[in-house]
Nanobody, 120 residues
């Protein structure tokens, strides 16, 4: 019913930048919140950044000032602009969204993730 597809991950040097994208598709009536989570080996999945439909944002303390989350509601797409990347940012980054199907039922789903590796 709902598909979330992340893209933009890759290998970058410390201090470099990446821009992640996540596009939602399917029988979607509306999307409320969209966010980015990450999970590093041996770590729990954690919230990186989230944005509401109205544009309010929230960031993990570890990425404030370096990452920017934004969305294009006409495209059902959320972005994560990452700058000043550090090795500790290395993780699989997952997209999440919640909202309503065209049938009226709720959804809350994840993408399959995109790998970000920060290494010299």
């Amino acid at each position: 019913q709902v598909r979330l597809v992340e893209s933009g991950g890759g290998l970058v040097q410390p201090g470099g930048s990446l821009r992640l994208s996540c596009a939602a598709s399917g029988s979607i009536f509306s999307i409320n919140n969209m966010g980015w989570y990450r999970q590093a080996p041996g770590k729990q999945r954690e919230l990186v950044a989230a944005v509401t439909r109205g544009g309010n944002t929230n960031y993990a303390d570890s990425v404030k000032g370096r990452f920017t989350v934004s969305r294009d509601n006409t495209k059902n797409t959320v972005y994560l602009q990452m700058t000043s990347l550090k090795p500790e940012d290395t993780a699989v980054y997952y997209c999440n969204a919640d909202g309503r199907h065209m049938s009226g039922s709720y959804f809350w789903d994840w993408g399959q993730g995109t790998q970000v590796t920060v290494s010299s």
